[in-house]
Every structure is written in C-alpha cells, then in structure tokens.
C-alpha cells in the first residue's frame, strides 16, 4: 500500500497570506490527524478527524481549520499566517480510531515571511 | 494524560545495543506505550506498541515491568541509520487528542 502523502512538501508564503494543506491516508484508512512541529514547542496536535467529522481540536487559534472528505483525504487550512507558523505540517492516519498507532505522512514544510 | 520523562540524549557506537529508557509514573490501565523514531525532516515512524511484560518485533524489542510505570525500548546492534530522535508515548487508543509527544530521546550512533 502506499504511504500517507502530503502536498505540497514545501511552501512560502508572507505574512498575512493564506494556505491549504493536502493530505492523502493510507488507502483504508478513515481517521486523519494533523500535527504542527517546531523546534521550541516540538509535535503539537491540531485536529483529529474520523468518517469527515472533526472530533477533536488541540489547543490553537481559529486560524487553523481543516476538514476530511468522503474519500478520508483532508485538508487544513491556516488563514492570516504570522511568522510564528513557520513549522513542518504533519499528516498522520490510522485504520480506525486515532490512537498511538499512526502512520505519518512526510510533513510540509511552511515557511513564513 | 499520562506524562512520559525521557533522556534528552544519548550516544551509543555501531553493533552496541541500546536501551532507551521513558518513565510514566500516571499511565491509566487502559494506556498503551508507544514508541516512535522520527529523523530530520521525516514524520515520525511507528516502531513498537506494547501493553505490559515483553513484546518483540524485527526492529526493536519493548520491555515493561509489572507496575507498568516506565518502560525500555531495545535497539540490538544499532548502526548508523538509527541515529535520530525516539519518543515514548502513553495513551489508549480512543483519540489522537490524547496523545502527547515529549521531548523525545536524540540518539546519536558514531562509528
């Protein structure tokens, strides 16, 4: 089977600016989180998504949102970017419910300017 | 949510066996522990998951005492490409909002 995929792997954008952020789950696979990874806060969940419903959300501003669609693909979406989400993006799906069992995807890298 | 203490480093040479051990005072019984490697610019592998005494796969072996309060992740015979971070994780497996990666243990393999 193939791995998690994610697009696209790099991004710069500028302050202010929005972006989307694309995550293709292992075939199968219904639960999609989504993890923001810095050097000073290290993996911080953001959303959990299961069967297109959100089910939960980590602890950020609401500039962040995603969704998950019929297919279990997902996507999220970080809108008035700040240099602060500067980060490596990373897409992690399981078969059922989300747990420690995860399969990661490569990330993106988001560069703000 | 159970916290997991782990070394921040470790060194270790190629062949050696090295044992990277994670604390988790306050794991629930119905958590799992869970390691992961992850190297630069890589999302994070799964490596091993086990829930008490010992569990053996062809990558690592995981070893639990009975009280389940820490545990130890074996890696025999490590070459140069383990070199990377390790994390221990603590939960169950209702939700990836439970699930919280530490600092991790940076493990550097030197010829």
């Known amino acids: 089977k193939a791995g998690v995929t994610q697009t696209p792997r790099y991004l710069i954008k500028t302050r202010g600016q929005q972006v989307t952020l694309s995550c293709s789950p292992i075939?199968?696979?219904?639960?999609v989180s989504w993890y923001q990874q810095t050097p000073g806060q290290g993996l911080q969940f953001l959303f959990e998504?299961?069967?297109?419903?959100?089910?939960n959300k980590g602890n950020f501003p609401g500039r962040f949102s995603g969704r998950q669609f019929s297919n279990s693909r997902s996507e999220m979406n970080v809108s008035t970017l700040e240099l602060g989400d500067s980060a490596l993006y990373l897409c992690?799906?399981?078969?059922?419910?989300?747990?420690?069992?995860?399969?990661f995807g490569p990330g993106t890298r988001l560069l703000v300017l | 949510l159970a916290k997991t203490t782990q070394p921040i480093s470790m060194d270790s040479y190629e062949g050696q066996e090295v044992n990277i051990t994670c604390s988790h005072n306050?794991?629930?019984?119905?958590?799992?522990i869970t390691w992961y490697q992850q190297f630069p610019s890589q999302g994070p592998r799964f490596i091993i998951q086990?829930?008490?005494t010992k569990v053996t796969n062809e990558v690592a072996s995981l070893f639990i005492p009975a009280d389940r309060k820490s545990s130890t992740l074996s890696l025999p015979r490590v070459s140069l490409s383990d070199t990377a971070v390790y994390y221990c994780?603590?939960?169950?497996?209702?939700?990836?909002?439970?699930?919280?990666f530490g600092s991790g243990t940076r493990l550097s393999i030197r010829p």
């Open positions: 992690a799906s399981s078969e059922g419910l989300a747990g420690e069992t995860q399969y």
């Open positions: 075939s199968g696979h219904r639960s």
């Open positions: 998504y299961f069967s297109e419903t959100q089910r």
């Open positions: 306050n794991i629930a019984t119905n958590d799992y």
């Open positions: 086990g829930y008490k």
């Open positions: 994780l603590v939960g169950d497996d209702s939700s990836a909002s439970k699930i919280i």
